[in-house]
């Protein structure tokens, strides 16, 4: 594992808003993935992904950050993230799938090493109640944004089969490429999947059939809606205290 450089983890900070910046602080949360790389860069970032050690703590940072927008925010919900969607300000998820309270975890996490990149707050002991930022990044990081290569990283994590592959297609359209082996990671995690299904043994011979299974995977994650592979849907402020 390596670090961000100290400028870059300066240029980050400089990019993320004052309230967000207390968030973290305050909740222990982490920055991770797509704001980090985006900013690296030098592109502007689509959202902001905060993660923690749980989900109540997050869905509390999520009441806390819409209270103090004054409810200026559209809040979409879902079993992955609490999105809040308040343009022109950049988009803010709290990732309440995977709860992480470790950054090395986190990091590990992320399905490609362009997105193994972890921001967060190291609070020091005593009474100052001081402390400082720090950062994790994957050994490949700089290299593979470098040249625009997407290495895949078969993280050990739940997910939907086709989120890899439609996360895959996203930077693809970004103009990064990826090798024959990431590739074949990406379609083995969706083989197994589709081996899985109940249906498999009588379509183990039938092409059509296989990929009636393999377009229900992918549609699993809408890419018409997918925010960095979160699925999006808005139940206004449902869920979210007065």
């Known amino acids: 594992m390596s670090k961000l450089i100290e400028q870059d983890l300066h240029r980050v900070m400089l990019r993320l808003p004052k309230d967000v910046i207390e968030l973290m ?26 993660l923690g050690p749980t989900v ?54 992320f399905d490609f090493t362009v997105c193994q990149a972890v921001v967060y707050w190291v609070p020091c002991e005593g009474s100052d109640a001081g402390g400082y930022w720090d950062s994790l990044v994957s050994d490949r990081f700089y290299a593979d944004l470098a040249s625009r290569r997407l290495t895949y990283t078969s993280p050990n994590r739940h997910e939907d089969a086709g989120g890899s592959m439609l996360r895959m297609r996203k930077f693809l359209g970004r103009g990064y490429h990826i090798d024959a082996d990431s590739l074949a990671g ?33 549609r699993e994650v809408d890419p018409l809606l997918v925010i960095d592979g979160i699925e999006p849907v808005d139940v206004e402020h449902e869920g979210l205290p007065s």
């Open 25 to 50: 602080k305050r909740h222990g949360l982490m920055l991770g993935g797509g704001f980090i790389r985006e900013i690296v860069a030098g592109l502007p970032p689509n959202d902001i992904d905060l």
């Open 186 to 218: 990406i379609m083995a995690r969706m083989t197994v999947k589709m081996t899985d299904h109940s249906n498999f043994d009588s379509i183990r011979n039938d092409e059509e059939g296989q990929a009636q299974v393999l377009r229900g995977l992918l």
């Open 56 to 109: 109540d703590r997050l869905k509390l940072a999520a009441t806390e950050l819409y209270h103090s927008r004054n409810k200026q925010a559209r809040v979409l919900e879902t079993k992955n993230a609490i999105t809040h969607v308040a343009p022109p300000r950049t988009t803010v998820q709290f990732i309440t799938r995977w709860n992480f309270d470790d950054p090395a975890m986190l990091m590990k996490s």
